[in-house]
């Protein structure tokens, strides 16, 4: 009877892992239609086959050599051994880890957008899936973490507490992003003169479809994170839900229902509330989602006409500055005074926070600038004006708008 009652439980756990793996990869369509509705119908065909390409690749690396280095598991023996006695759990818990793996060169890809060569950003986003992040992901949730989690435990009181990615994922995709933005500069047209020339998106519903999608996949990024279905809490649930819809009425009303912002806001409330969905109480999650979603509103307005990035989807207030804002968030509303489960300090989820941001920056920053040096990284002016769609791969988006 223990027996079966124990191969249940490992099934259950296998079929749990694997359907959070495939609604969290799913979110890579969301990624897709994202930036295909926000950049212009010259780069839509660039950004579906940047997404798929990268996924693809990242698949790769984080199996060769990235799952590796963030769990000391690998996967170079029989067929047999990968199955285990645990049916294969090892496996899945790859998929689902690589999932967010793969989040992070599909972030960077919307603020590079329509300007960059194909080839050099695979080979950025093959290095960030396979050691950048590894590397990191090693010491907050990994093999690596006991020693870097007893020293904020021992510091401040209690380990640091990220749930499901607001800084492990979100944060490090958006501040890496960061100096690629820069290194890259604005596209062509986009300042004339030092004044702003706003680029229209060029797709309302296919942004929509891209929200939408990332959005219901999210419950697979944040409820599986339990990893097992004795894990599995519907605290998780529901705070992801109200960090959404406190993200959607907080954008609409601070931008007077602009759809873009409206959108991105369901985004920037559940990369808000991923590091303490766990934690807090579902009121303080729709507060910690609707603070996100205005760092989006202004974050984005800031970025563009004061600091003059041209960042297209600005994937660094988004995923950035609000991963970071989630996992700070983490530490506040946490507490049990505040409603909270505890066992948090805002000082480590302060410090680790930051910690990514310094991380994300410094290895961003010397990865893209080698790819420049050595091999070059942005179209020339004649291929950006022609856009990125006909010169990488010689169809648009609509090829019989260009049948004479």
């Known amino acids: 009877m223990d027996s079966a009652v124990q191969s249940l439980t490992r099934s259950g756990d296998v079929l749990f892992l694997m359907l959070g793996a495939v609604m969290v990869f799913a979110m890579h369509a969301g990624f897709a239609f994202l930036e295909v509705g926000t950049v212009r119908k010259k780069s ?15 698949t790769v690396v984080y199996f060769l050599v990235g799952y590796p280095i963030a769990y000391g598991v690998h996967f170079f023996v029989s067929a047999q051994g990968l199955l285990g006695d645990n049916q294969g759990y090892e496996l899945v818990r790859f998929f689902f880890l690589l999932c967010f793996a793969a989040c992070i060169p599909a972030i960077i890809s919307g603020g590079i957008a329509e300007r960059t060569r194909f080839w050099p950003q695979v080979l950025a986003g093959a290095i960030f899936a396979g050691l950048t992040y590894p590397l990191f992901e090693s010491l907050i949730w990994g093999q690596n973490s006991s020693g870097l989690q007893s020293w904020f435990e021992s510091m401040f009181g209690a380990p ?68 097992s279905i004795t894990g599995i809490s519907g605290l998780v649930a529901v705070n992801s839900l109200l960090a959404m819809v406190g993200g959607v009425i ?27 969905s766990d934690l807090v109480h579902p009121l303080a999650a729709f ?12 974050g984005f307005q800031w970025e563009q006409e004061t600091l003059k990035i041209d960042d297209v989807l600005g994937v660094w207030p988004l995923h950035g500055i609000i991963g970071t804002w989630g996992g700070i968030s983490a530490g506040i509303f946490g507490y049990e005074g505040l409603g909270g489960l ?54 648009g988006a609509y090829p019989e708008d260009t049948v004479k």
């Open 250 to 276: 907080f954008a609409v009303i601070a931008t007077r229902c602009d759809p873009g912002f409206a959108h991105n806001g369901a985004l920037a409330g559940l990369i808000a509330i991923c590091a303490g």
């Open 160 to 227: 640091f507490h990220d749930f499901a990615g607001s800084v492990v994922v979100h944060s490090m995709g958006g501040w890496l992003a960061l100096p690629a933005v820069l290194l890259l500069g604005p596209r062509m047209g986009r300042w004339v003169r030092g004044r702003s020339q706003a680029i229209p998106i060029s797709n309302i519903p296919f942004l929509a479809l891209g929200s939408w999608i990332l959005a219901i996949g999210w419950f697979g990024f944040n409820v599986m994170s339990a990893q």
């Open 44 to 58: 839509q065909t660039n950004a579906l086959v940047k997404i798929l390409t990268d996924w693809s690749v990242s």
């Open 287 to 298: 507060l910690i989602g609707g603070l996100g979603a205005l760092i989006f509103v202004y």
């Open 342 to 395: 505890g066992g948090v300090s805002f000082l480590s989820q302060l410090v680790g926070s930051l910690l990514a941001v310094g991380y994300a920056l410094v290895t961003g920053y010397v990865v893209y600038k080698l790819i420049i040096k050595i091999i070059g990284f942005r179209l020339d002016e004649e291929e950006e004006f022609r856009g990125s769609d006909l010169t990488i791969h010689k169809i």
